[in-house]
């Protein structure tokens, strides 16, 4: 390890000694009842470190965590949206198909198995490689089909193009599509109406509210653990939010994207650590294909933009690899059978009456 790596990780492991405190004492976990623009009744509880039911005590050692990619090409994200136009997507060089098949090398080194949200546009120009994912293992579920934020689409618009995206996934592999995740962890509180429109749909779970404050997305005051909404019509979905730890009152993003890949090892292994220990919650890891693809086209996208796309590529191959080495990780289907037979799905709610101000509808 070189003196910058031994620095970074002093700082991370400094940093936590600090904060370790408000991790125990302080647990910041929020029931929320939110209403919405589409009259959906937005009940949700969680279990809070404090208040672990029962069950949770039979999650069996390892505790296994959740392993997810977004199937995505390296143009298609959000940081470089207004300069590359989805029109032209086709004259791109397409690295998905290689990377993604990369991605699944990785993971059989190890054995683990995860969740794949693909693009359906990506899904209709390789279906094979969708075959291929299913065949190796591991479950299929939705990214949205043109890759657009959720809050810049109206709710017909987003019900179409997820309509769009489920099939073209569905059609390829010739299985059902349950999960979904927004672009860039679009759903916020300007267009919460989505979850609705989802389990109207047919997703029976969603991965796309982050539990932080950020410039493009994210909902500062939903709760870090999995939750279930109810809505009006008797349907219900479960919510899985990508991990965080809490610094300050602050939820800290970690474990995924560009914050596994910038952040020191330290950093990210800590939450392993403290999810397991201290809250016996799984941490739900995501990734992208072009993250391992140092070699992929460059894009002249603003400054921001290209640090968050491209620092630290080389390294995130090796970063996942280590993760997959020491933890155990498991699909998001296997993690809500396991809930339903052991009745924690929505059964648990320790309080209601919380409103979590980041989520309340305007
Ligand atoms: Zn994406």
């Given at each position: 390890?070189?003196r910058l790596?031994?620095k970074r990780n002093?700082i991370?492991?400094?940093l936590?000694?600090?904060f370790?405190i408000?991790?125990?004492?302080n647990?910041?976990?929020?029931m929320t009842?939110?209403?919405c623009?589409?009259n959906?009744?937005?009940a949700?509880?969680?279990?809070t470190?404090g208040?672990l039911?029962?069950?949770?005590?039979?999650?069996?050692?390892?505790?296994?965590?959740v392993l997810?990619?977004?199937v995505e090409?390296?143009?298609?994200v959000?940081?470089?949206?207004?300069k590359?136009k989805?029109?032209?997507w086709e004259?791109?060089?397409?690295r998905?198909?290689a990377?993604?098949?990369r991605?699944?090398d990785?993971?059989d080194?190890h054995g683990?198995?995860g969740?794949f949200f693909f693009?359906?546009w990506?899904?209709?120009?390789?279906?094979e490689?969708v075959?291929?994912?299913h065949?190796?293992?591991?479950?299929?579920?939705c990214?949205?089909?043109?890759?657009?934020t959720?809050y810049s689409?109206?709710?017909?618009e987003f019900r179409?193009?997820?309509?769009?995206?489920?099939?073209a996934?569905e059609?390829?592999a010739?299985v059902?599509v349950?999960?979904y995740r927004?672009?860039?962890w679009s759903?916020?509180?300007?267009?919460?109406?989505a979850?609705?429109?989802?389990a109207?749909?047919g997703?029976?779970?969603?991965s796309?509210?982050y539990?932080?404050?950020h410039?493009?997305?994210?909902?500062p005051?939903?709760q870090?653990?999995p939750?279930?909404?109810?809505f009006q019509?008797?349907?219900?979905?479960r919510?899985?939010p990508p991990?965080?730890?809490r610094?300050?009152?602050?939820?800290?993003p970690v474990a995924g994207?560009?914050?596994?890949r910038i952040f020191?090892?330290?950093y990210n292994?800590m939450?392993?650590?403290?999810?397991?220990?201290?809250?016996?919650?799984?941490v739900v890891v995501y990734l992208?294909?072009?993250e391992?693809?140092?070699?992929?086209?460059r894009?002249?996208?603003?400054?921001?933009s290209r640090?968050?796309?491209?620092?630290q590529?080389?390294?995130?191959s090796?970063?996942?690899?280590?993760l997959?080495?020491?933890?155990?990780?498991?699909?998001?289907c296997d993690?809500?059978?396991?809930?339903?037979?052991?009745?924690?799905l929505?059964?648990?709610?320790?309080?209601?009456?919380?409103?979590?101000a980041?989520?309340?509808?305007?």
């Amino acid at each position: 390890m070189n003196r910058l790596h031994r620095k970074r990780n002093g700082i991370a492991r400094a940093l936590f000694k600090r904060f370790r405190i408000s991790l125990l004492g302080n647990p910041v976990l929020t029931m929320t009842k939110a209403s919405c623009e589409s009259n959906a009744n937005l009940a949700s509880g969680s279990l809070t470190p404090g208040s672990l039911s029962p069950d949770c005590g039979k999650i069996p050692e390892p505790l296994a965590h959740v392993l997810t990619v977004d199937v995505e090409d390296y143009f298609q994200v959000e940081a470089f949206a207004e300069k590359v136009k989805r029109d032209d997507w086709e004259q791109y060089p397409s690295r998905v198909d290689a990377n993604t098949r990369r991605v699944l090398d990785l993971f059989d080194e190890h054995g683990a198995r995860g969740t794949f949200f693909f693009v359906g546009w990506v899904a209709d120009k390789f279906p094979e490689l969708v075959r291929e994912v299913h065949a190796r293992g591991h479950e299929l579920a939705c990214h949205s089909y043109w890759h657009r934020t959720i809050y810049s689409l109206s709710p017909e618009e987003f019900r179409e193009d997820t309509r769009r995206a489920k099939q073209a996934i569905e059609n390829a592999a010739g299985v059902a599509v349950n999960g979904y995740r927004a672009p860039s962890w679009s759903i916020t509180k300007d267009c919460m109406w989505a979850l609705e429109i989802l389990a109207e749909e047919g997703f029976t779970y969603d991965s796309s509210i982050y539990p932080i404050h950020h410039d493009l997305y994210g909902v500062p005051g939903a709760q870090r653990f999995p939750y279930t909404f109810q809505f009006q019509n008797g349907r219900k979905l479960r919510e899985y939010p990508p991990a965080t730890l809490r610094f300050m009152g602050t939820n800290l993003p970690v474990a995924g994207g560009g914050y596994l890949r910038i952040f020191p090892a330290a950093y990210n292994e800590m939450a392993f650590r403290v999810f397991e220990k201290d809250y016996a919650q799984r941490v739900v890891v995501y990734l992208h294909p072009w993250e391992i693809d140092p070699d992929q086209p460059r894009i002249a996208g603003k400054l921001k933009s290209r640090f968050r796309h491209y620092t630290q590529l080389k390294n995130m191959s090796s970063k996942v690899g280590r993760l997959l080495k020491r933890y155990k990780f498991t699909r998001f289907c296997d993690v809500l059978a396991a809930e339903e037979a052991s009745q924690i799905l929505n059964g648990h709610a320790v309080e209601t009456a919380g409103v979590s101000a980041g989520v309340t509808a305007r």
